[in-house]
T-cell receptor, first 113, second 118 residues
Framework: DQQVKQNSPSLSVQEGRISILNCDYT??????FLWYKKYPAEGPTFLIS?????DKNEDGRFTVFLNKSAKHLSLHIVPSQPGDSAVYFC????????????FGQGTRLTINP | NAGVMQNPRHLVRRRGQEARLRCSPM?????VYWYRQLPEEGLKFMVY????????ESGMPKERFSAEFPKEGPSILRIQQVVRGDSAAYFC????????????????FGPGTRLTVL
């Protein structure tokens, strides 16, 4: 069963515009969420995280929003830059439970000049 | 400040051979995690280890796969008698500590080992 879902396999955005990547989860026990960025032939790079006690966390151009009632989170990148082109993975975990991260399938973001 | 190191980066094995994947965590990190990524899929958790202890191996196949993190040296993921379905990218991550009392520590990933089974 897919506990973390990223329903958009790909997204194309114009440089300078906002990129919005979405993620849904089904396990209500998850209380910590992360976004990773991955370039081809490299490992995932941590971007930003959010605890379930918050509904927003911001770091520079990256903002993550969490809607617990809808079991939905999103990553906003503004303004989008060509170097943001990569695959973005959403991940979730239970802080006081198993330490494993449960990943979505990823969304390939392409920023067009 | 070296990050998580994995070697080899690419490994080719024939069916029935053994594959050994190595992971050295970031300096100061004592927790290691292994994940596997099949083509066009997300990463799937395999095993979580601390020094000399396997904490959670719930994602590890019951047969042919084993992992260790000795007191000295890197963590090793070992796959015996490889089959074509084992072809994947294997990623190691490390963290300083696990989450307790509402605290959690970020997992940082290595570059991965791409295993190809012929």
């Amino acid at each position: 069963d897919q506990q973390v879902k990223q329903n958009s396999p790909s997204l194309s955005v114009q440089e300078g515009r906002i990129s919005i990547l979405n993620c849904d989860y089904t396990n209500s026990m998850f209380d910590y969420f992360l976004w990773y960025k991955k370039y081809p032939a490299e490992g995932p790079t941590f971007l930003i995280s959010i605890s379930s006690i918050k509904d927003k966390n911001e770091d520079g151009r990256f903002t993550v929003f969490l809607n617990k009632s809808a079991k939905h989170l999103s990553l906003h990148i503004v303004p989008s830059q060509p170097g943001d082109s990569a695959v973005y993975f959403c991940a979730a975990k239970v802080i006081q439970g198993a330490q494993k991260l449960v990943f979505g399938q990823g969304t390939r973001l392409t920023i067009n000049p | 400040n070296a990050g998580v190191m994995q070697n080899p980066r690419h490994l080719v094995r024939r069916r029935g051979q053994e594959a050994r994947l190595r992971c050295s965590p970031m300096k100061g990190h004592s927790h290691v995690y292994w994940y596997r990524q099949l083509p066009e899929e997300g990463l799937k958790f395999m095993v979580y280890l601390q020094k000399e202890n396997i904490i959670d191996e719930s994602g590890m196949p019951k047969e042919r796969f084993s992992a260790e993190f000795p007191k000295e040296g890197p963590s090793i993921l070992r796959i015996q008698q490889v089959v074509r379905g084992d072809s994947a990218a294997y990623f190691c991550a490390s963290s300083r500590k696990a989450g307790t009392s509402g605290y959690t520590d970020t997992q940082y990933f290595g570059p991965g080992t791409r295993l190809t089974v012929l």
